[in-house]
């Protein structure tokens, strides 16, 4: 059994498509995301990163195909098992930084008070907000915000973290620190899904699809993505551009 489970993959998406009325956003979309990595989504806006994520965290359902996350249907039972940073921050905006981030501990179950104190103090730290803990989250920078919402979804050390556009708004300093972060995360065996626009950030991922009209692309690594454009120099933008117009010309 156990051997079994740890064989499954992360993330286990099957020709999925979704609709909200008549806006097809992801169009029967097929994707596996082996355990342990950090996964990237690139694409324009609109392509359909954010309906996936929600999707893959249960809060839409797929209207065909399947979805299985660490070999689970996502649902409310998979909710602990699973860290989310939406695209905006859903925080409590009159309640402080501290008291957002033990709220969030608390509904997913960190109820031992010491053990629970301790990692609070650890993420807010983290992020680099332990001076500013007692300010209202309306007081701070946009910045700052993203910063509560990471803390917010990484209390729990989840195995599966879905983080849509984190880096969005911060600074360059704290884009590194976050990424060093998320190295140290997937070394631990945590699996990281990253939405992004940013061609830094897709760098610093093992592996990355491009996202276009709610379908897949191209897939690989960012090596991979790079040499698939025949040129030596290329970097991810280069490869991005590469995949769209190929695609445009086969259309
Ligand atoms: N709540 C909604 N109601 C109706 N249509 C929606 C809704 N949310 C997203 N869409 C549509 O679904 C498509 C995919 O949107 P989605 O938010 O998934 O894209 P995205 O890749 O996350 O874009 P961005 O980079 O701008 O965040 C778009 O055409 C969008 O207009
Ligand atoms: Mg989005």
Redesign the pocket.
């Known amino acids: 059994m156990a051997k079994r489970q740890a064989a499954t993959a992360a993330v286990e998406v099957d020709k999925a498509s979704f609709s909200?009325k008549n806006?097809k956003?992801i169009d029967e979309l097929t994707l596996q995301v082996p355990r342990g990595i950090s996964f990237g989504l690139l694409?324009p806006?609109?392509?359909?990163?954010?309906?996936l994520i929600r999707m893959l965290v249960g809060l839409l359902k797929p209207k065909s195909g399947s979805i299985r996350i660490l070999g689970q249907t996502p649902s409310r039972q998979t909710a602990h098992l699973i860290g989310y940073m939406p695209?905006l921050p859903s925080l409590y905006t009159e309640l402080s930084v501290i008291q957002n981030v033990n709220f969030f501990a608390r509904v997913y179950q960190m109820n031992d008070k010491r053990q629970r104190a301790k990692r609070v103090e650890e993420v807010i730290r983290l992020v680099d907000l332990w001076q500013r803990r007692q300010d209202s989250v309306m007081k701070l920078s946009g910045g700052m915000k993203q910063r509560v919402s990471l803390a917010c979804a990484i209390v729990h050390q989840p195995p599966l973290l879905f983080l849509d556009e984190p880096t969005v708004g911060l600074d360059p300093e704290l884009r590194f620190t976050f990424w060093e972060h998320f190295a140290d995360l997937t070394h631990q065996g945590t699996t990281l899904i990253v939405?992004s626009?940013t061609m830094d950030d897709a760098a610093h991922c093992d592996r990355l699809i491009f996202m276009r009209g709610g379908g897949v692309i191209a897939q690989g690594t960012p090596n991979e993505l790079r040499k698939a454009t025949g040129k030596a120099d290329a970097n991810l933008e280069d490869a991005f551009l590469y995949y769209i117009h190929r695609e445009d010309k086969s259309v």
């Open positions: 909200y806006i956003a694409g806006n609109g392509a359909g990163k954010t309906t695209q939405s626009h």
